[in-house]
């Protein structure tokens, strides 16, 4: 097997001294040394899913451990959700291709979704990168195809029409990166999917027969609830006048809890030092705002359970901003090979690794993103909820759910396109057909894996308490 050496996103491993006809030819010769097939071929693992899952959560707050137990139960696909650490361990035993890419790390389908641009246009794109590293690009699009047998199965679709998309989500990434490499650097790195390009590329996708799919509902009920999604709906929705006449955030214990003083100040802290780090437009604009409350408030599946708050500010003209501040752990990729101390060592900065990758691989990005550290430990911030939707797999038909996962196919070679070692990917996948099938071979036998490992974390939830603890 090739494998990548342990890394810490390292952008220097991403540098080329070749024409991209050159690396395209290094693709060629890399398959050579790893036949594509070779990708397609599982090797059973053999690993406690349920130790792995507790070092995991070793770092999170205990309180919420409960909440993140009942969520990562509702399903083999919650499950999924919640569990990177377990399916990071397992590619390590799989073959590899050895072609080193920028890559999200946690692909799966709802890892997708709406957010605004700067210029307050509505995107689509990767909006999860806190497992984004270097590595090898078959790692998020396996990631990518075992979600949606988990999720398609939820919708009640057949083994057999989830083969048909797996097929069809392999092929739609090969010609995608096919079409980027014959694309010009700046048209590449130009590129965004805004939502009204998209309703109409997927319209010509299905020679027109998109119009009466749930999914082109859902795209347009989108696009009317997002322009209402921003600062301001929130601070009314989680906010009110406390009795001396100040505006704080609602209290709903463990999700939403105030923090301690001495918390409150490190928050503050870690702020005000991002705010001397952001873009200088970004800092004008947040010198019109003070700190008006800040709250702990936990989201997610994966990242339930971490360290994440919410900062409330209000502006000279009483307007509001609500950031984001949410925990960058030591990426699960290290914490499989490194002492545990080593591992939160080179995560220092993780923070930075977070806003460098998501700025590498989304079209557009926040423009208040950014990071910091307090308390050492590293956070980095965004908007909360500006604009961003997301849409709910469940709710789609089969029709809908096929176009839902090829564009985030698409989306994905889109995104490591972004890496100079791109073109080295189109030489090893150019005319290789025969990897559709193989891929979905590899999707199937790995769903598996997931199936046993969710029967054996609920098997291991202690039944004598509803808190969901393992044993």
């Keep these: 097997m090739n494998r990548l050496p342990l890394d810490f996103f390292n952008l220097d491993r991403i540098n080329v001294h070749h024409s ?41 707050i205990p309180e919420l451990l409960p909440m993140r137990h ?52 509505l995107l689509f794109d990767l909006n999860d990168f806190d497992e984004a590293r270097i590595g090898n690009w078959e790692s998020d699009l396996k990631r990518l195809m075992v979600s949606i047998i988990l999720a398609g199965r939820v919708n009640g679709f057949s083994d057999n029409d989830l083969r048909h998309i797996l097929k069809k989500v392999v092929k739609v990434y090969r010609r995608s990166v096919k079409y980027d490499y014959h694309q010009s650097l700046a048209s590449n790195f130009y590129a965004s999917f805004e939502i009204h390009d998209m309703i109409q590329e997927l319209k010509e996708s299905a020679d027109g027969n998109v119009s009466g799919t749930s999914f082109n509902k859902i795209l347009n009920k989108i696009l009317v609830k997002s322009s209402s999604s921003n600062s301001e709906t929130i601070t009314k929705k989680m906010t009110h006048l406390n009795s001396q006449g100040q505006r704080v955030f609602n209290d709903n214990p463990p999700r939403a809890r105030h923090v301690s003083p001495r918390l409150y100040q490190e928050i503050v802290n870690g702020y005000y030092s991002y705010r001397s780090q952001v873009r200088s437009d970004v ?8 700190i008006s409350d800040i709250i702990r408030y936990s989201v997610g599946v994966g990242s339930f359970g971490t360290r994440c708050y919410l900062i409330l500010l209000t502006g000279v003209d009483g307007s509001h901003l609500v950031l984001q501040i949410k925990e960058s752990l030591p990426l699960r990729y290290n914490l499989l090979s490194l002492p545990i101390v080593e591992a939160v060592r080179r995560s220092r900065n993780a923070g930075e690794r977070i806003v460098t990758a ?45 176009l839902y996962t090829e564009t985030c196919s698409l989306l994905l070679a889109k995104a490591h396109f972004q890496s100079p070692t791109a073109p080295i990917i189109y030489g090893y996948l150019k005319g290789q057909k025969k990897l559709d099938q193989a891929l979905t071979e590899w999707a199937f036998n790995y769903a598996k894996q997931v199936n046993r490992d969710f029967q054996r974390f609920k098997d291991a939830l202690n039944p004598d308490t509803k808190q969901l603890e393992i044993n």
């Design 20 to 60: 991209k006809h050159e690396l395209k030819k290094l693709g060629k010769m890399q398959r050579q040394k790893v036949q594509p097939e070779l990708l397609g071929t599982y090797i059973p693992v053999h690993r406690d899913a349920i130790e792995m899952i507790k070092s995991t959560e070793a770092n999170m």
């Design 70 to 121: 009942q969520r990562m139960g509702v399903n083999d696909f919650t499950f999924f959700r919640g569990t990177a650490e377990l399916m990071e361990a397992d590619l390590r035993q799989q073959n590899q291709s050895g072609i080193s890419t920028i890559i999200c790390g946690d692909a799966h389908v709802n890892n997708y979704g709406f957010y605004a641009s700067p210029e307050r246009k």
């Design 283 to 290: 800092r004008v604009l947040l010198a019109n705002f003070t």
């Design 358 to 402: 998501q700025k590498v691989l989304q079209s557009a990005s926040d423009p208040f993103l950014g990071s910091t550290r307090f308390g050492n430990r590293s956070y980095y911030l965004r908007q909360f909820r500006d604009m961003k939707e997301s849409i709910n797999t469940a709710k789609l038909d089969l029709d809908g759910f096929q």
